[in-house]
């Protein structure tokens, strides 16, 4: 089990603690459910990422950290990591 706890930047430079890192976009997207289940989180991953990058304007080489979810089962994990 995790957490992240996030916080506005002045606040926390307000309480003398040091950012640690900046949420620059997000994205989230839906898996059509299909015969192959998974199918449809690989599609939707994508879809996800592609949304990121064009609303950030980074580069796939300056994103640090994804979180993504696929219930932790080995097939939706395996979706999202291809």
């Known amino acids: 089990s995790s957490a992240i706890v996030l916080e506005r930047r002045r606040h926390a ?3 003398g603690a040091t950012p640690l890192a ?3 976009s ?3 997207t839906f898996a059509q459910p299909n015969r192959n289940r998974w199918s449809g989180v690989s599609i939707a991953t994508r ?3 592609e949304l990121l990058l064009n609303r950030s304007n980074a580069s796939q080489n300056e994103i640090d950290h994804i979180n993504a979810c696929a219930m932790g089962t ?3 994990d ?3 990591a291809a």
């Open 78 to 80: 395996l979706a999202e």
């Open 47 to 49: 879809n996800a990422l």
């Open 26 to 28: 997000w994205a989230s």
């Open 22 to 24: 900046t949420i620059v």
């Open 13 to 15: 430079i307000e309480r």
């Open 74 to 76: 080995r097939e939706g």
